[in-house]
């Protein structure tokens, strides 16, 4: 349970439009020099002492990169952002030695995480959650994970990963996600500062949800964190990512890279609650979140499934995809995006069939408020071997109020004639009825937008895990306070 | 002390006058039938009551225990005992009816300073109001009259009622759609709600519904106007000779 009791409590204070976790912990960071350069790769590099090859591999990515464009087919407008005006690492100055337990992290950072809720301590086992907190670019604390290791189970930092299990990340990084994949993925290749590494052995049935909690504290620093997922032969995990930044005028660039891969029979069902701060009602301030994150069902029968409550940020940029590779693999995408006032979100999924009898569902509910602009954007693609691949898509929108636009994008490849492909589209209004409906029942106007609206989240708010739902349904009536009338 | 006193009450939506000075007070633990032809102003009436966006009140008023509430928001009015059945009950697609009275119920809880219900007791709570007015569990889960017949649709906004037991009710055509064994159900669901604190205004167009909630008083109104006041009776004498004695009905 990621918090769910104080972070409820923080939730309810909330009545003034305030982004709550608009704090900034007061820490000595130790910084990369400003600016991107071969040297700010090799100072990333040397900081977390990896080995050669993953130096290499970052500079591969960081060549790459100089030759690449920015991406501009997106439906988002946003001024161009200046590279070289960045720190790309920070990292807390007294944690040269990785802290063994809690009892060895910062007191200031632990307050940090009270403060936004995490369930750090030993006791909040019992809710079944093991975090590893990504503080902006070192992972911090990891807990439980004696626990886990008990069942094989590795949870743990990328940077702890490389150290300990080097041969399997070297053998599954970049496999999902090339160095070469994007603008912003290479970006990320070459300057990842941490993430989270999962590997749940065969047969193993990961026997809690496991969370990360990322959070942006630096003034000016990207965070570039990399996470890699692997479920080995008929295994399963359930993994929550939350994410939320202090509130700062200037905008902060995020660009993640997220790696699933399954293997026969696995099961990954990773699931984002995102509220990075979106800016305030002008525009003014708000991440900018580039992400990649792609799963790979590389063996039969097995499943990735993406859920994502998008509340945050001034720009999103986000496909959650998969790739259908192995026979009767199963893709699913359950996306919940709000953009209120100047927010603008392009986002969606890719589902590329290549295996026989691969499925996909992708259902999207775009939300928007204010001036926001929100787009789906999807790809459902059937190779010619994928015989009888399947694919259903439903893209509902809702839009609040007559400033805001709703897009929907959906490409389709059919490359096989035994392929079925479904695809349901709708935009609707909350009506002045529903809400004087509500209202006529003592519902507050804010009460009533968010119920409105969670109702017609539904579909996908049932897909989250139980204790982050009732985080997200808090959330989505947060995001909307102030957005009728 | 009267419950509901409105007095002199002009209204107009979109700036046309629809309300032309209305007066009508009603004493705890009564019940009031309105009656009028289409295009009469009930159904104008009952929002204003109510207190809908768009319907302004450009002279008199409306006094809850003495003290108006015309400043107040429909929620606020809602929360201070005011409840509208209503003619056509909205849809809320995915929202299960129980979260809904769930949290209407804790709106009033919380403005009462009390805690939140939690969902056995309310589950409780619930089953006891809903044996009255024949509604399934199966009715609860579902959302919000979505894919609801017209009778369910009804039934379900007696039940809310049943459930945030207001002070003052007004049934805004409640018999609109129904047959007479739907008609039936929703009237003893009403007539178990009468009680000595509680008041209910109930508007209609046909005299048959007052068969079944019979009313202490009934009112004629015509063009904005209550142009005639008078007991149970007053409705059956309407059956017989129709509004054709209250002047010529706006276009509906």
Redo the contacts between chains.
């Keep these: 349970m990621v918090g769910t009791a104080e972070t409820l409590e923080q939730v309810q204070a909330v009545q003034d439009q305030k982004y709550k976790y608009g704090f900034i912990t007061d820490i000595e960071m130790e910084r990369a020099p400003r600016g991107l350069s071969e040297d700010t790769v090799r100072f990333i590099s040397a900081k977390k002492g990896e080995p050669e090859w993953m130096l290499e591999w970052r500079l591969k990515a960081y060549r790459h990169w100089l030759t690449m464009e920015e991406p501009d087919w997106a439906k988002l407008g946003y001024p161009a952002i200046d590279y070289q005006d960045s720190y790309y690492y920070a990292a807390p100055k007294s944690k040269d030695d990785r802290p063994l337990s809690l009892d060895e992290v910062d007191p200031e950072l632990i307050k940090t995480y009270e403060k936004l809720g995490i369930p750090l301590q030993e006791q909040k086992w019992l809710a079944g959650v093991a975090v590893d907190a990504v503080f902006d670019s070192v992972s911090v604390a990891t807990t439980y994970k004696k626990k886990l290791e008990e069942k094989g189970i590795i949870f743990c930092s990328i940077s702890e990963a490389l150290r300990d299990h080097g041969d399997m990340v070297r053998e599954y990084i970049g496999s999902v996600v090339p160095y070469s994949d994007n603008f912003f993925a290479t970006l990320n290749s070459a300057v990842f500062t941490d993430g989270s590494f999962v590997y749940i052995p065969k047969g193993v049935r990961c026997p809690m949800e496991l969370s990360t909690y990322f959070r942006i504290n630096a003034s000016e620093t990207g965070q570039f964190e990399r996470t890699l997922i692997i479920a080995d032969e008929g295994s399963y995990v359930s993994y929550l990512e939350g994410c939320t930044a202090p509130q700062r005028d200037e905008n902060q660039l995020h660009a993640a890279v997220v790696e699933l891969v399954t293997l026969d029979d696995a099961e990954i069902k990773y699931s984002t609650v995102q509220n990075w701060y979106p800016g305030d009602e002008n525009g003014k301030g708000g991440i900018y979140n580039f992400v990649t994150k792609r799963g790979a069902c590389r063996g039969r029968n097995s499943k990735i499934a993406w859920t994502q409550v998008e509340t945050g940020s001034a720009i999103t940029w986000k496909y959650p995809s998969c790739i259908l590779q192995g026979d009767n693999s199963v893709g699913e995408f359950y996306s919940v995006a709000i953009t209120n006032n100047m927010q603008q979100a392009d986002t969606g999924t890719k589902m590329i069939h290549i295996g026989k009898n691969t499925r996909s569902t992708i259902i999207s509910k775009g939300i928007s408020a204010g001036r926001a602009n929100n787009t789906y954007r999807g790809l459902v693609k059937i190779m010619p071997k994928a015989e009888n691949a399947r694919n259903y898509t439903q893209c509902d929108s809702l839009l609040i109020g007559s400033k805001c636009g709703a897009h929907t994008v959906p490409y389709i490849e059919q490359r096989n004639p035994t392929a079925k492909i479904e695809h349901e589209a709708t935009t609707a209004k909350i009506?002045?009825?529903?809400l004087?409906?509500?209202?006529?029942?003592?519902?507050?106007?804010e009460?009533?937008v968010s119920?409105?609206v969670?109702?017609?989240?539904?579909?996908v708010m049932k897909e989250l895990p139980m204790e982050f739902a009732v985080e997200a349904q808090k959330l989505i009536g947060i995001s909307l306070e102030g957005s009728v009338g | 002390m009267s419950l509901i006193e409105i007095k002199n009450l002009h209204a107009t939506v979109d700036g046309k006058p629809i309300l032309k000075g209305i007066d009508l007070t009603i004493e705890p633990g009564t019940v009031h039938a309105i009656m009028g032809p289409n295009g009469s102003g009930k159904s104008t009436l009952s929002y204003v009551i109510a207190g809908r966006e768009g319907y302004e009140v450009t002279d008199g008023d409306i006094l809850l225990d003495g003290k108006s509430i015309l400043e107040m928001e429909a929620d606020e009015r809602a929360i201070a005992g005011l409840f509208l059945a209503f003619q056509y009950p909205v849809e809320i697609p995915g929202v299960a009816n129980t979260t809904f009275l769930k949290a209407a119920v804790n709106a009033r809880r919380k403005a009462a300073g009390e805690p939140e219900v939690d969902a056995m007791q309310f589950l409780k709570m619930l089953r006891e109001k809903t044996k009255l007015l024949g509604v399934t569990d199966e009715m609860l889960k579902r959302a919000v009259n979505v894919g609801f017949s017209g009778g369910e649709k009804k039934r379900n906004e007696i039940l809310q009622m049943a459930v945030l037991e207001p002070r003052f009710a007004v049934l805004d055509e409640t018999d609109s759609g129904l047959d007479i064994d739907a008609l039936k159900i929703v009237a003893d669901g009403v007539n178990a709600l009468r009680s000595p604190e509680r008041s209910m205004l109930v508007i209609t167009h046909y005299q048959r519904l007052l068969d079944y909630i019979v009313p202490d008083k009934v009112h004629v109104l015509a063009m904005g106007r209550i142009v005639a006041s008078g007991g149970k009776e007053l409705a059956q004498e309407l059956e017989a000779t129709g509004y054709a004695g209250y002047g010529e009905p706006e276009a509906a």
């Design positions: 009506s002045e009825d529903q004087f409906y509500c209202k006529q029942r003592g519902l507050s106007e009460d009533a119920i409105i969670n109702g017609f989240c539904k579909e």
